[in-house]
């Protein structure tokens, strides 16, 4: 069978037997990831979530981007996604408004 890249370490295996598609990585974790790809994921989720919604509250991003994270990470880590979101507040792509909101910084 032929492999098919979806980015530069990310490929589609095959199918379950739901007919879904199995996504794997070439440095793989037990959940199919490697710890880079969770990291995107993560990030990417976290500043679409708070450009669509321009604030938000810290507890609705963590139950947003876990909710949407499972669709691919049978368990997300909400430690992981805390540490993306400091990350993109020390990248200045979101601010830190009080302790309960997060706003997108266009």
Known sequence: HKTVYLSENVH??????????????????????????RKHLYQTTIVRLCKAAKKIAVKTLLESVIEYAQKWIPAPRQEEIVAQVETLIDKEYLVRQGAEFIEYQP
């Open 12 to 37: 589609v295996q095959g199918f379950d037997a739901d007919g879904d598609v199995v996504i794997g990585t070439d440095d793989e974790d037990a959940d199919g990831f490697s710890e880079e790809d």
